[in-house]
């Protein structure tokens, strides 16, 4: 009985490590992953509570930067062409949040122990983000295009304007699907 329950704890947090499948509905996502151990709607709708940010674009942000994977890193650059060499950035997890950025984040919240593949610390991270982007940007919170923009140049970024192509399209991206999400979340009740 002892070793039973051993392997369903052990099969039931393996489960939460992988990225989730049918990413393109928030409904199925917070299914998947919406148990007795942890809620990712309950973690997002909490984020939203505190600061503003709809849960639409909570999730459409993570969608965006990892597609819901808990470990996601940027592609490492090639030394001559084959030679697997740094990586761009240090981006990670479900937020891709910077090092430095994710640091400042954890002194400004206290939350020390915050990891960036833990879901709920993840999305509470772009929540606080967003609404930083509001406070330094004067971006509106459901305004899914911008905040993406700023979450991806950075505050100093977005103010000086410096948008490219990738970023926008990326912005473009958040925001369609944020879109998408609201109207998912309203048709399965949630």
């Known amino acids: 009985m002892k070793r039973a329950l051993y392997l369903v704890a052990l099969l039931m947090l393996g489960s939460c490590a992988s990225a989730p499948s049918r990413i393109n ?10 148990g007795w151990i942890n809620s990712w709607y309950g973690s997002a709708k909490k984020t939203e509570r505190e600061f503003g940010v709809p849960v639409p674009i909570l999730m459409a942000t993570i969608y965006a930067e ?8 940027p592609p490492r650059t090639k030394l001559l062409g084959f030679i697997p060499w740094k990586r761009a950035s240090s981006a990670y997890g479900y937020s891709q949040a910077l090092d430095g950025t994710w640091k400042r984040y954890q002194a400004e919240t206290g939350n020390w122990y915050a990891r960036r593949s833990n879901f709920a610390d993840a999305v509470h991270f772009i929540g606080w983000y967003h609404a930083t982007s509001n406070r330094v940007n004067g971006i509106a919170l459901n305004d899914p295009y911008r905040l993406y923009l700023a979450y991806y140049l950075g505050h100093g970024g977005y103010s000086r304007g410096t948008a490219n192509a990738t970023a926008q399209q990326g912005a473009k991206r958040a925001a369609n699907m944020a ?5 998912q979340l309203r048709s399965c009740g949630r």
């Open 25 to 34: 509905n928030v409904c199925a996502v917070f299914d998947q992953r919406d």
């Open 66 to 73: 990892s597609g819901f994977n808990p470990y996601a890193k």
């Open 179 to 183: 879109t998408r999400y609201a109207g």
